[in-house]
C-alpha cells in the first residue's frame, strides 16, 4: 500500500494534480489517450478519503466492462488499502443489478429474481410468438429479469419514486464515470437520477475515443455536460506519458479532421530523440502482410536464438523485447485467421483476445445450473469442476430450449472458461452467477502470457503494448464498407476515431500496413490504403517494402 496523506498526489503531474483535488460538485475531465485517466481517477478518490473525510462507502466508480472495473478496484487497493473495499466499483450493468435486487418488491419481482440466459430467453420468445409485451410477462412469471431490465426497470423504479432518489444520493454522494464519452441514452438518465445538477459527479472521459455509437452510446451526453451539471469544473490532461513523439505526433495528426475537442492538444512526456519513426509497410497480399510480422517480430525479440527461450529475457533482464510486449490490432475480426497461421507456423505463441460472452458458450449455462442447484461443497472452483463432472457424466445434457444438446467435451471447455472468474470472484456464488449474467467475457487474455496478443481495434480500447502493429490500414477495412456501400460522414468520422484509438495503443514501436489485394466477402479485390493515412506527415514514417505503385481509381475500385 502506498503512504496516503500528503504524498498521495506526487505522484501525478500538475494538472492531474488539480483534477484529483479539486473540490466537490460536477467534474468533467477531458483527458486523450495515455494521459494518465484512470491514475487520475484512482488518486481522486483516495485523496477524497484521505484528506477530505470523504467515507468510501459514499462513493461509486462505474466503468463500461468488468476488466476495467476490476482494474480500477486493484488500483483502489493499492492506494487506500483495506477500506477500498467500502467503494462501490461496478459497471452500469451491476450497478442496476445492484438498485434492483435492494427494490425487489417495489418491482414486483422476488428478490431472489435471476437473469434471463438465452435459453430463458429462446423459449418465452417461442412461446410469445412476436408479442413483445406477452413476452417481458413471460418472464416476469418465471421470476427472470432481461439484461436491458437491469439498467431500464431501475430507472423506472427511480423516476417514480423521488424518496428512493433520495435515499441513493444520500449514501453515493461521489459519483465517477469512466469512459463518459460512452454513455448511451438509459445509462446517462440513470446518472442524472444517480446525481443531482449540482451533485459530485466526476466524468472522466476523451469524445475522440468514441467509439460505440452503433451500441448505442451517444458521445453528446459528453459534450453537453455543462450544460447538464451546474458550474461544472473543466480539466483538461494533454501531457501524454504512453507514447514516443512520433508515434504521438501521427496520432495527433490523424484524428485532426473529425476531433471533436476543440484545440485538440497531446504533448509527449516522452522526448526521445532516438525514437523510431512509424513504420509503414505496403504489402502485395495479405500473406505478405503475414510474412512482414513474423519477420518484424522476430527481429525484435531477438531472432531463432531466443525463441527457445520463449522471450528475450535472461536472468530477468530485458535483454530485447519479449512476445508479450507485441499487439496485433485490426478491424474485423475476420481479419485474425491467416495472421494466426502465419504466427503459428512461425512458432510464433499468440493469444488472441475475445469479445465473446461466456454465457452463449455451450455448456457454461449447464454449469451455472448445476451450480446452483446442486449445493456442491468446496471453492467456486471446485465446485465449477464438480458441476463439469457431473454433468459430463450425464454424456449428453439437453439444452433447454430443446434445440439440441451440450456436448461433454463443450462442458470440459466450458469448465476450463469458468475457472478464471471463479477464481476471481472468490467463493461468492451469487456475484459469479450474476457477472456471467451481465456479459463476463471468455477471459483468453493473460496478461503475464508470453505470447503476442491479437485484438480488434475496439477490443485494444484503454490499454497499452510496447510494440503495436496495425494491419490492414485499407480503404475500405479503414474506414470499413460493405461493398457497394458508402459510409455516412458520421460513421467516417467514427472509423477515424477506431483509427486514432489503435495508434494511440503504442509506446515504443508501432507498425502501419496495408495490403494490395485482400479477400472480403468471398471476392478478392486491390486495395488502396487508407485515406486516414494520408493525413499524416509522410516524413513521420519509415517505409518498409515496395512503396505502392499509385493506381488512378477506377469504378471497380470504388467498390470495395
Ligand atoms: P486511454 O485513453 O488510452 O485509456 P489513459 O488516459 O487511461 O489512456 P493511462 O493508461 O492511465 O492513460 O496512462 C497511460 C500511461 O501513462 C500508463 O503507463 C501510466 O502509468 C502512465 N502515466 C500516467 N500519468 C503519469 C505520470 N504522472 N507520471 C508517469 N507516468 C504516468
Ligand atoms: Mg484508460
Redo the contacts with the bound molecule.
Keep these: 500500500m502506498e503512504e496516503v496523506g500528503t504524498g498521495l498526489l506526487d ?3 500538475a494538472m ?1 494534480r488539480v483534477a484529483a483535488s479539486a473540490p466537490g460538485g460536477p467534474l468533467l475531465i477531458v ?9 487520475t481517477l484512482t488518486h481522486r478518490i483516495a485523496y477524497l478519503c484521505a484528506e477530505l473525510n470523504v467515507f468510501p462507502e459514499q462513493c461509486l466508480a462505474i466503468t463500461f466492462t468488468r476488466r476495467a472495473a476490476e482494474e480500477l478496484r486493484h488500483r483502489l487497493d493499492g492506494l487506500l488499502g483495506p477500506v477500498a473495499e467500502d467503494v462501490t466499483v461496478g459497471t452500469f450493468h451491476s450497478l442496476g443489478l445492484t438498485i434492483l435486487r435492494e427494490n425487489a418488491e417495489a418491482a414486483g419481482l422476488p428478490v431472489d429474481f435471476r437473469i434471463a440466459d438465452d435459453a430463458d430467453r429462446a423459449a418465452a420468445r417461442a412461446e410469445a410468438g412476436d408479442d413483445p409485451e406477452a413476452y417481458t410477462g413471460l418472464l416476469r412469471k418465471r421470476d427472470l429479469v432481461d439484461l436491458d431490465e437491469l439498467l431500464t426497470l431501475p430507472v423506472a423504479l427511480l423516476r417514480a419514486d423521488r424518496k428512493l432518489v433520495r435515499e441513493y444520493r444520500e449514501r453515493w454522494k461521489w459519483i465517477f464515470v469512466d469512459e463518459y464519452q460512452d454513455v448511451d441514452a438509459v445509462q446517462y438518465e440513470l446518472l442524472r437520477l444517480l446525481s443531482p445538477a449540482d451533485g459530485n459527479l466526476c466524468a472522466i472521459g ?1 469524445p475522440d ?1 468514441a467509439i460505440y455509437s452503433f451500441r448505442g452510446a451517444e458521445v453528446g451526453y459528453f459534450l453537453r455536460f455543462s450544460q447538464d451539471f451546474t458550474d461544472a469544473r473543466l480539466v483538461r ?1 494533454n501531457r501524454n ?2 507514447s514516443s513523439a512520433p508515434i504521438l505526433a501521427a496520432a495527433v495528426q490523424a484524428i485532426a479532421p473529425s476531433s471533436l475537442v476543440r484545440g485538440r492538444r497531446l504533448d509527449p ?1 516522452r522526448l526521445d530523440p532516438e525514437a523510431p519513426l512509424v513504420g509503414r509497410y505496403a504489402a502485395a497480399s495479405v500473406a505478405d502482410e503475414a510474412d512482414f510480422l513474423v519477420r518484424t517480430i522476430d527481429d525484435l525479440v531477438g531472432g531463432l536464438s531466443h525463441r527457445s527461450l520463449d522471450s528475450g529475457r535472461i536472468d530477468g533482464r530485458s535483454t530485447s523485447l519479449s512476445f508479450s510486449d507485441i499487439a496485433v490490432l485490426y478491424r474485423t475480426d475476420s481479419q485474425a485467421a491467416p495472421i494466426v497461421d502465419a504466427l503459428a507456423r512461425a512458432n510464433i505463441p499468440v493469444q488472441k483476445r475475445s469479445h465473446d460472452r461466456l454465457r452463449d458458450r455451450p455448456g457454461v449455462t449447464a454449469i451455472a445450473r448445476e451450480l446452483r442447484h446442486a449445493g456442491l461443497d468446496g471453492s467456486l472452483a471446485a465446485r465449477v469442476r464438480l458441476a463439469g463432472q457431473v454433468l459430463a457424466e450425464r454424456f449428453a445434457v439437453p439444452t433447454l430450449d430443446g434445440s439440441g444438446s451440450v456436448r461433454p467435451e463443450d462442458v470440459r471447455v466450458a469448465v476450463d472458461l469458468l475457472t478464471p472468474l471463479a477464481r476471481r470472484c472468490g467463493d461468492d456464488l451469487e456475484l459469479f452467477l450474476s457477472q456471467l449474467a451481465t456479459g463476463a467475457e471468455v477471459d483468453a487474455l493473460d496478461p503475464r502470457a508470453e505470447a503476442v496478443t491479437l485484438l480488434t481495434l475496439h477490443a485494444a ?2 490499454l ?1 503494448f510496447p510494440v503495436v502493429f496495425l494491419v490492414g490500414a485499407e480503404d475500405g477495412l479503414l474506414p470499413l464498407r460493405w461493398p457497394g456501400s458508402e459510409p455516412d460522414e458520421d460513421a467516417v468520422a467514427e472509423e477515424r476515431r477506431l483509427f486514432f484509438v489503435g495508434l ?2 503504442a509506446q515504443d514501436r508501432l507498425y502501419v500496413s496495408h495490403a494490395g489485394r485482400r479477400t472480403r466477402h468471398g471476392t478478392e479485390r486491390e486495395c488502396r490504403p487508407s485515406p486516414f493515412l494520408d493525413v499524416i506527415d509522410p516524413g513521420l514514417f519509415e517505409r518498409f517494402g515496395e512503396p505502392e505503385v499509385r493506381r488512378p481509381r477506377d469504378r471497380q475500385l470504388r467498390l470495395i
Design positions: 505522484r501525478l503531474d492531474q483527458a486523450g489517450p495515455g494521459t494518465g485517466k484512470t491514475r476523451d475515443q490532461l506519458y504512453r512526456a480500447k484503454g497499452e494511440t495503443r
